[in-house]
């Protein structure tokens, strides 16, 4: 959470004990915390975009980054554009969050902003003109990264965006971050916050880099703690450039982690700490892991610090300080009577431990009995060649959908892929779905593939 002396980033910022020694770095170059601290890079434009409905729809990461910090506490609200926004939703964006203004960089065309104040945002920071402006609680808007329908609008505010960060007094030795997540995305933004305020750099991702030159930048940068999603993970793995880094701290969150990416990990980076946690946009963060087990512990349930869990009809439900107080536009409710968020992912519990099943959204109906996608993938997974595994349905007009899996291999050295052996792999897998899974969970059909389709919050592509 915000220290007790800070309301908002800037002021964050001037509360670190040594600002010239933190950075935020991007495949241009860098901007040290100590000149944010007395300069401005929205070329004295500041006055004109207080008290207003802000969209920051910079390209940058670095660009978005430095807007947050200089607009919070002076917008009235912030909107994170993603990347990837469609001219559709960004015209549902502009009407439900009632935009008003907007930041650009100087490569991104204003056509599609003649309604409202627009302002050119850069890396160049130059001094601060000590303009008086009013001070306010900024509301945030993220949108949430959903890949089979249009995302909603999460109204945050800074206080329930930092409460499940916990501040100490000084760490062991300097914190370098690293996240391969979009700080426009929610997971990207915690990482964010995190640096600021706890006086650590971060290494900003590029979406026109590769994985393993990120890779690469963050070995460079002597980075200690990395994030991302278990297929962000799953992809780093696969490259040279993942034995660059030799970080203290490891997590994995956006997906369900199974036990095949966190031993992989584990064997990657001995030295680090393995962990798992459970976020969402709407409901903040809820848990952290790091026993290096797949699921949580049932103790867990119940209220644990800021944060209470239960679990209704197999949903997870999450309370806390972080938790968001509503979604923009028409819509359901956000929260429900009791103020928790219905997460819709499923668990099951099993021997004192909840093991993730999937989204409720995402079940597959085979003759009438549900297949959780996440689930089959999990076993899957577990065949020591398989790297990564999408299991999605078939239309059959029989049962009405089947299950088929797609996979991609680990590459192994000396070894080239002939018809055989992908027979072998294949009837090797399905062995494996029998022993652990019902009939109408194994797939029909395995295909061994070179890629899978992954969108830009860092999951597995899901067709609806």
């Known amino acids: 959470m915000l220290p007790s002396d800070s309301t908002s980033l800037r002021e964050a910022l001037i509360n670190i004990a040594d600002p010239s020694g933190c950075f935020l770095w991007d495949t241009k170059g860098s901007v040290c915390y100590h000149d944010l601290v007395r300069g ?8 004109e975009l207080s008290g207003r409905s802000v969209l920051v729809a910079t390209r940058d990461q670095l660009i978005t980054a430095l807007a947050l910090i200089e607009l919070d506490g002076v917008a009235r609200r912030l909107i994170l554009c993603p990347p990837d926004l469609t001219s559709e939703q960004l015209s549902s964006v502009f009407a439900n ?9 100087s490569s991104q065309p204003q056509s599609n902003l003649r309604n409202c104040i627009t302002a050119t945002c850069h890396s160049n920071i130059v001094p601060a003109a000590g303009e008086q402006l009013e001070r306010r609680s900024t509301e945030w808007v993220l949108l949430t990264s959903g890949t089979t329908s249009a995302p909603k609008l999460v109204l945050h505010n800074l206080s329930s965006l930092t409460a499940a960060i916990k501040h100490s007094d000084s760490a ?6 690293g996240t391969f997540y979009d700080i426009r995305r929610y997971g990207g933004l915690q990482i964010l916050l995190r640096a600021i305020l706890g006086g650590a750099s971060l290494v900003l991702s590029d979406m026109e880099e590769s994985l ?10 002597g980075v200690t703690h990395v994030l991302g999603t278990p297929t962000h993970w799953r992809r780093a793995l696969m490259s040279p450039a993942a034995r660059e880094i030799a970080p203290r701290y490891v997590r994995s969150s956006g997906e369900i982690a199974d036990q095949s990416i966190l031993n992989a990990l584990r064997f990657f980076y001995p030295d680090a700490v393995i962990a798992h946690a459970f976020a969402s946009t709407e409901a903040g963060v809820g848990f952290s892991v790091e026993d290096g087990l797949e699921g949580f ?26 938790t968001a107080m509503r979604y923009l536009g028409t819509g359901p409710a956000l929260r429900n009577e009791q103020g928790f968020v219905d997460t819709g992912d499923l668990v099951e519990l099993r021997n004192d431990r909840h093991y993730f099943l999937g989204r409720r959204s995402g079940v597959i109906n085979v003759g009438g009995l549900k297949v959780h996608p996440e689930e089959v993938e999990t076993v899957i997974n577990r065949h ?16 009405g959908s089947i299950v088929i899996a797609n996979v991609i291999l680990k590459e192994e ?11 072998v792999i294949k009837d090797e897998i399905l062995q494996i779905c029998r022993a652990k899974l019902a009939k109408h969970k194994i797939p029909i059909a395995i295909n061994i593939v070179t890629a899978l389709a992954i969108g830009t919050s860092g999951k597995l592509y899901r067709h609806a």
């Open 40 to 47: 401005s890079c929205l070329n004295g434009r500041l006055s």
């Open 97 to 105: 969050a009632e935009v008003d203004a907007a930041v650009l960089d």
């Open 172 to 177: 062991a030795s300097p914190i370098i971050w």
């Open 212 to 221: 393993g030159d990120y890779l690469a930048r963050l070995g460079r940068h």
């Open 297 to 322: 512990p049932d103790d867990l349930l119940g209220g644990v610090g800021d944060v209470e869990l239960k679990v209704e009809q197999g949903s997870l439900l999450v309370r806390s300080a972080g």
């Open 384 to 399: 020591p060649r398989v790297r990564m595994s999408l299991v999605r349905a078939r239309k059959n007009p029989i049962t």
């Open 413 to 423: 050295p000396g070894q080239r892929a002939t018809a055989n052996r992908d027979v």
